[in-house]
């Protein structure tokens, strides 16, 4: 039987999620998750056509289903840091949290993805480490012994260099380049394009090529 699915959030990241659930599905017969429905504070009906099951805080009663896994997509690039205040207020055992690949991506052996992680379509993560619910998505290529998160999000075609570390809930914004060795703090923003060759101090917005400090968050 197909685990349930509980995407927390709304369609920017979730829809991605739940598409992705579909593409195994039809084109590779993946039945290991079906998607459930959504949590979510402000839509009360259905969100990219599955149903809104509660608010957010209304996650518990689906914890008694064992069959339901949960995924974080609360990722937002003005308000990280709220939506990781968010996500700890879950009691949510880690191991409740699905994890998620796209078929079309490419996991390299060795790649370590923690509960939690999703990567989306056509992504490449060499044998890096994801940690809990770090969101990869489409075209994002991680290299080897990066360690990312945990809750980062790395949004479409960003590029996150060799033995970099990203940390929790930072966020690196689209084809962001993450240049091998350097460091992204933990809820540090990069803005697209940019190219990181220094290290992003925590809570900074960084941005331009190359980047450069942009402001506090
Ligand atoms: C970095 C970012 C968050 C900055 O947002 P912000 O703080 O609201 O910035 P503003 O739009 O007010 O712009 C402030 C200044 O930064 C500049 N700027 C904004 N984005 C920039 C970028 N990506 N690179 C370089 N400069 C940028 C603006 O031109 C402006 O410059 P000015 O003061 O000289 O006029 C935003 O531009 C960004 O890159 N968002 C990424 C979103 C994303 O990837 N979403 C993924 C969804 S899947």
């Known amino acids: 039987m197909s685990k349930k699915l509980v995407i927390i959030g709304g369609g920017g990241k979730g829809g991605p999620i739940a598409s992705c659930i579909e593409y195994n599905k039809i084109n590779y017969d993946d039945n290991e998750y079906v998607v459930y429905g959504f949590l979510n504070d402000v839509e009360s009906q259905e969100i990219n056509g599955y149903p ?39 009691k949510i055992p880690k191991d409740r949290y699905a994890t998620i690949v796209h078929r079309s991506a490419v ?77 992204v703090e933990d809820f540090a923003i990069v803005a697209a394009g940019a190219v990181v060759i220094s290290n992003v101090p925590t809570k900074t917005v960084y941005g331009g090529v190359p980047a450069k400090f942009m402001r506090e968050i």
């Open 52 to 90: 809104v099951l509660g608010k957010i805080n209304e996650y518990e009663k689906l914890l008694n289903d064992p069959d339901v896994y949960f995924v974080f997509a609360i990722h937002l690039v003005k308000n990280n840091i709220k939506a990781d205040e968010l996500f700890k207020t879950f």
């Open 107 to 183: 996991i390299a052996q060795g790649a370590i993805l923690e509960p939690g992680v999703v990567v989306l379509a056509q992504a490449y993560v060499s044998n890096a480490h994801l940690k809990l619910g770090t969101l990869v998505m489409a075209g994002v290529i991680v290299g080897h012994d990066a360690v990312v998160g945990p809750l980062a999000f790395l949004s479409v075609g960003c590029i996150v260099g060799s033995r970099t570390r990203i940390g929790r809930s930072a966020f690196i914004s689209l084809g962001a380049k993450i240049v091998e060795l350097n460091e």
